[in-house]
């Protein structure tokens, strides 16, 4: 059988799309802002439970923090992919004017790269010739600079996608404590905020391919962690009020 009639065989929990890993990037920004959502939003709602019982200035405060939180993720991401992308665009135009005023020394550079992984020099040179014939910046912005020129990530759809996750999960705590008689509100608060952080540490770590055990523990104890700190503080500032 022919090289190209072989069919790859592909392992079923192993991604191979095209594209997959800037997916994948994305659902881990998704989880890793509502997880900061969540636990941001429960930290002062909870803090704020600790010092007084008046459910009006708990909603305040919770929506004060998730709209200063959404804004200042989407602003972060913005700055930050905005940075980024200033930087992959300068290094494709560099590569761009070297590929045409040195193609030479390019596609031997581009060979070179694929001796570094194991290919010897004939089949190197080879495999640098086709696939500059078919993709020249293409193939060298991968192996050389680590870039997708077709998958630039877009700082708008950064700044959106993360104010977004954020909110959905400063939603979780903010309505639960508001919506619980207050007898209850902090322990059903604590109980429902724990629960979505051991789901979003499970799916983190789903998405990593990394030990869910040790991530979902991670998780709700950073969580806890910083619950039990706001309503301390809370509670001692309502005693001094």
């Given at each position: 059988m022919r090289v190209d009639e072989m069919e790859p065989r592909q392992h079923r929990d192993e991604p191979h799309e095209g594209g997959v890993g800037a997916r994948l990037n994305w659902l881990r920004a998704g989880v890793l802002g509502a997880n900061d959502g969540i636990v941001s939003t429960a930290g002062i709602v909870l803090g704020v439970a600790g010092a007084t019982t008046d459910r009006t200035a708990i909603l305040v405060a919770g929506v004060a923090g998730l709209v200063a939180g959404a804004l200042s993720m989407a602003a972060g991401e913005y700055v930050s992919v905005s940075t980024q992308r200033d930087s992959e665009e300068a290094l494709l135009a560099k590569e761009r004017r070297e590929l045409e005023e040195e193609p030479e020394d390019e596609l031997a550079e581009l060979a070179g790269f694929y001796v570094q992984r194991g290919l010897d020099d004939e089949l190197a040179m080879e495999v640098a010739r086709q696939l500059t014939a078919q993709d020249a910046l293409g193939a060298h912005a991968e192996v050389e600079l680590g870039i997708d020129p077709d998958e630039l990530t877009s700082p708008w759809?950064?700044?959106?996608?993360?104010?977004?996750?954020?909110?959905?999960?400063?939603?979780?705590?903010?309505?639960?404590?508001?919506?619980?008689?207050?007898?209850?509100?902090?322990?059903?608060?604590?109980?429902?905020?724990?629960?979505?952080?051991?789901?979003?540490?499970?799916?983190?770590?789903?998405?990593?391919?990394?030990?869910?055990?040790?991530?979902?523990l991670r998780n709700m104890g950073g969580g806890l962690f910083a619950m039990l700190i706001t309503y301390g503080i809370g509670s001692?500032?309502?005693?001094?009020?």
């Open positions: 759809h950064a700044a959106w996608a993360s104010m977004l996750a954020f909110t959905v999960g400063a939603l979780l705590p903010l309505l639960t404590i508001v919506l619980v008689v207050a007898d209850l509100r902090v322990p059903v608060t604590v109980v429902a905020v724990t629960a979505a952080l051991a789901l979003t540490g499970w799916t983190s770590a789903r998405l990593g391919y990394g030990p869910a055990g040790r991530a979902v001692a500032l309502g005693a001094q009020l």
